[in-house]
């Protein structure tokens, strides 16, 4: 079974194709998570350019959304009612203002049920969720990656992120690359010369399936060390604390 184990491993680390397998998993990650690595705390002025609305449902800091708390959520969500009121009912200022004021006081869903039935407007909760994410300042995303950076490093939030798409891809590999774990055997007779020898067909199954996942886990040990070294490049002048741990934890996990 060993000696089965050390020549699958041999044959495929001197295959081209698993090394072709190994660079296109590691630019398909990349490419998938690079714009993460450019996160980093804005200087006095600066400002993340970009042409995309005020709000969204959902976004990323680097892209310069931070997510908004339950009290800023709402005053944002306040503002786009009243602009809708003045802009699609073509009320006057004073009478948006009317509704806001008799909105102060409801409860979300209260509100929700109010706009559908006195305007017959069913777009408010949509508007509502449209604006979890806002476009913030400098000092407030500064703010916002401090507080995420207090308990946590970068490389635990990075790492996780990497993990997702790491585990996408690895999927099509081992999938490609282990489809001739058994073939080989087949096409060169080997199958039928293993059986000769005094092996059973489980100790050959398992030093085979064993040697395709140890194949894996090579690859994977490449994706770590890779994207730990890029963390570190990207975010050198960022201050953030990058760790291999958080990259291997996240792989397990």
Avoid at 13 to 32: E, Q, R, T
Avoid at 189 to 197: F, G, I, N, V
Wanted: charged share 25%; glycine share 4%.
């Amino acid at each position: 079974m060993i000696a089965i184990f050390k020549r699958e491993v041999k044959n495929y680390l001197k295959w081209p194709l698993f090394w072709v397998g190994v660079l296109l998993v590691i630019y398909g990650v990349f490419n998938a998570r690079s714009p993460y690595l450019t996160t980093h705390y804005l200087e006095q002025g600066e400002k993340i350019v970009n042409d995309y609305p005020d709000t969204v449902d959902s976004a990323d800091v680097y892209e310069g959304y931070i997510p908004a708390n339950p009290e800023k959520h709402r005053e944002i969500w306040i503002g786009q009612i009243k602009q809708k009121l003045m802009a699609e009912f073509e009320m006057s200022d004073l009478d948006a203002q009317s509704v806001i004021n008799n909105l102060a006081d409801m409860e979300l869903e209260e509100a929700f049920v109010y706009l559908e039935e006195e305007y017959d407007w069913y777009g408010a909760r949509y508007l509502y969720e449209n604006s979890t994410y806002y476009k913030g300042t400098p000092e407030e995303i500064n703010a916002y990656l401090d507080e995420k950076m207090e308990n946590k490093t970068f490389s635990f939030y990075y790492s996780r992120k990497f993990a997702d798409f790491a585990g996408l891809f690895m999927f099509f590999f081992a999938t490609i690359m282990l489809a001739v774990l058994f073939l080989q055997d087949t096409k060169k007779h080997t199958y039928e010369l293993l059986h000769t020898k005094p092996m059973s067909a489980g100790k050959y199954v398992l030093g085979k399936v064993s040697a395709g996942f140890t194949v894996c886990l090579i690859a994977l040990a490449i994706l770590n060390i890779v994207f730990w070294a890029l963390c570190l490049i990207y975010t050198k002048d960022s201050g953030f604390e990058v760790r291999l741990w958080d990259f291997v934890v996240s792989t397990v996990l």
